[in-house]
């Protein structure tokens, strides 16, 4: 059974840093491609971050200044570090896993980002 767990969400102030963590199980992790989505309120869910089982990362424009994805196969986890935080990055951010592709196939439940300006 595939399981994915995001922790590390909360109220920040903008400018704020976080690190978003997501522990995955049921999956050869080290083969697997991770990434993270969001999902801000009234909007579509949208594209984040991915990174291979290489350490290959991909970000969408908006935040790849700001948000660095990494991953730690010894842990099976998977992070998600977001610097100089704002207001518009109020979301709830998904961890999801394409396996040996990219695109998505399994999903967390969720963690609330909640920026205050």
């Known amino acids: 059974q595939v399981q994915l767990v995001e922790s590390g969400g909360g109220l920040v102030q903008a400018g704020g840093s976080l690190r978003l963590s997501c522990a995955a199980s049921?999956?050869?992790?080290?083969?697997?491609?991770m990434g993270w989505y969001r999902q801000a309120p009234g909007k579509q869910r949208e594209f984040v971050a991915t990174i291979t089982s290489g350490g290959n990362a991909n970000y969408a424009d908006s935040v790849k200044d700001r948000f660095t994805i990494s991953r730690d196969n010894a842990k099976n986890t998977v992070y998600l570090q977001i610097n100089s935080l704002k207001p518009e990055d109020t979301a709830v951010y998904y961890c999801?896993?394409?396996?040996?592709?990219?695109?998505?196939?399994?999903w967390g439940q969720g963690t609330q980002v909640t920026v205050s300006s």
């Open positions: 999801f896993t394409g396996l040996n592709g990219m695109i998505p196939r399994y």
């Open positions: 049921g999956i050869m992790f080290r083969i697997a491609v």
